[in-house]
């Protein structure tokens, strides 16, 4: 398939009509204004031009733009942080719906993230064909840039420093990985792929009695570190799929470094591969919602779509008497944003029976940060594996397990 044409930013500079390819992982529509900006340029000013949709093409120094930026960031905390204290700030939650009102609080927070990402991203530099920045100080960013865009084709670009920083600071996480102790080693996440910074979720899939070493499904595969934990499990042969041609090259780098590539086959497919597995292992974004950048596709499911799609394909791709493992946070239920009774239904419908469930709490820092807006739910979540099977024929529906209860 021909990929879509880039879009070009057209703008006038020093009486010269100027064009460059508009780069924005995170689906930003073309700008319809650009104004040159340069180390005069006030943070208000700043702010008062992208609240009317212009773009700022920095000409100054590049340490003044991080400066720059950083400023506008500050302003934006400083009024977010008025309107949150305001007495009309929280709108009256709807009890019924919204008993703790931490939904209510949750759709605010992410208005609030959405606005400010739009604002700071306003701030936009131009890469040369081979990923340079030619402005006064600007640091080397060639390789990061060639990681996340692929390489250099000569063909100038225009990017929002503050990509440009997420670009850097995955650079740096790709560089030194992140120490999994299931795994044997490190796992070193690419430019647009979940970080397992979070290991808890590991250590249930590294802990939970395998129905079989012969054969695994891995759906959604990621960094390659739930295909990894199971080949070094034992598992003889292990299918990973996703959808994301970053996550399959990050995968095969991680399975490579660990040792375990002989052991796992990568699929690109939505979901399962084909055929049956007596074992197959999801662990689908927590949160049902529309992901705002890129990275939040591994957090943000819409509608629910691949937890769904997960469970209404389980019975089709499981050998008789496997098991398919889920491992999902219950974040969502306690912001209000799923209940566990439409878990419990979804799981019904697609005739499967849970036999077992193991869960662990969270040890990220934001689950002991009380001044998170959202702590009360992070500080109340637990992680849970569960354990699925197929109904059998005259069987009953799903089995009442407490979530604390072991598999």
Sequence with gaps: MTPPSPLMLTWTEDDQVRTARWRSENGAPLPRRVVLADDQMAADAALRLAREGAVLLWRGDFQNARLLLQAMGRRLDRIGARART???????????????????????????QAQRARLLSSLVLELAGDHGIALRRAPDLRLACAEAYGPADGQPSVVALRELQGLVGAHEWRKKGVAITATGGRVHAHYGV???????YVDLVDQAALPSTALAFDIGTGSGVLAAVLARRGVRRVVATDL????????????RRLGCA???????????????????VCNPPWLPGKPATAIEHALYDPDSRMLRGFLAGLSV???????????????????????????LKWIEQAGLVVVGTASIRPRHPKALDPTDRLHAARRAETTMLWRLVVVAEGGGGVTSLNPGTGG
């Design 86 to 112: 305001a007495p009309d700030a929280v709108p009256e939650a709807d009890t019924a719906a919204d008993p703790t009102g931490l939904r209510t609080v949750f759709h605010q927070h992410r208005q609030a």
């Design 194 to 200: 979940f970080s397992p910074v979070r290991g808890e």
């Design 244 to 255: 994301s041609a970053r996550a399959l090259e990050c995968a095969a780098d991680n399975l």
């Design 262 to 280: 002989q052991q796992v086959e990568l699929v690109c497919t939505d979901l399962f591969p084909p055929g049956h597995a007596p074992l197959v």
């Design 317 to 343: 791709h499981l050998t008789p008497g496997g098991e398919g493992w889920l491992i999902l946070s219950d974040l969502a239920e306690r912001l209000g944003l799923r209940s566990r009774a439409q878990l």
